[in-house]
């Protein structure tokens, strides 16, 4: 009989190298929101992990690489938060509303720590490069998927036939974006429920007669002439 062969066992190396890494990009990504994208470095993320220079090199190979490797996990993680849960919904005003509300409580947690996405724009957009470009293409995804859901809600008949989507999508994507600079720089109280009140009545502008009752507004905003008298 021939004798068996025994087999190799396999190498846990390439396993712990996965974890290793995934433990850096986890780190690097606290310090990117904290110090921004230009503000990595191998020598900091060294010392943060507390590994040496030459082992966080090891696992990128250059700093542009590190900072690509952080908007690619910032953006996964955007995803499984924010976009990936909004399927669940009926597609149309429902998808939209769970969208805007996802992209809501993440942005309200990142009011103290930073958003990649907008330092990074700040950071990067004279600039040209590898970096830039997948700062951009994640960007650019999500608010083409956000447009996608805009242009949903229309053809389910949520929104008015005239309903302008890029328009509706932009605005969108503007409130996030005032937000940001509200909370965050100005450190205003208001607004969170200035950018919910807002949402809302980016809507209400072009819902149609057939929006599902679930996708309206919980309370309407009071008309400009009400407004006016309770000001007075």
Not at 3 to 13: E, F, I, T, W
Not at 56 to 82: C, D, K, T
Request: glycine share 6%; hydrophobic share 45%; net charge positive.
């Amino acid at each position: 009989m021939t004798a068996p062969v025994a087999l190799a066992k396999p190498s846990r190396a390439p396993a712990k190298g996965q974890q290793t890494k995934a433990v850096i990009i986890d780190a690097a990504l606290g310090l990117a929101a904290q110090i921004g994208l230009e503000g990595l470095s191998i020598g900091a993320l060294a010392e943060v992990t507390q590994m040496s220079k030459s082992g966080v090199f090891a696992h990128f190979g250059s700093r542009e690489e590190l900072q690509i490797s952080v908007v690619r996990e910032y953006h996964q993680r955007f995803e499984q938060e924010v976009f990936f849960p909004a399927l669940k919904q009926p597609r149309g005003l429902p998808r939209l509303r769970a969208m805007f509300a996802n992209w809501m409580k993440r942005t309200s947690a990142e009011i103290d720590s930073g958003c990649i996405y907008i330092s990074g724009a700040v950071e990067f957009d004279d600039r040209t490069g590898p970096v830039r470009d997948a700062l951009a293409d994640s960007v650019n995804t999500w608010l083409a998927a956000m447009y996608r859901a805009v242009v949903q809600a229309k053809a389910e008949g949520h929104l008015r036939a005239d309903a302008d989507e890029k328009q509706i999508a932009f605005e969108i994507h503007a409130l996030i974006l005032a937000l940001h600079y509200e909370a965050r720089f100005l450190r205003s109280p208001e607004s969170l429920e200035r950018a919910n009140i807002g949402f809302d009545n980016i809507l209400a502008r072009s819902l149609s007669a057939d929006a599902p009752p679930a996708a309206l507004p919980a309370s309407k905003p009071a008309p400009a002439s009400r407004r006016n008298r309770s000001a007075g």
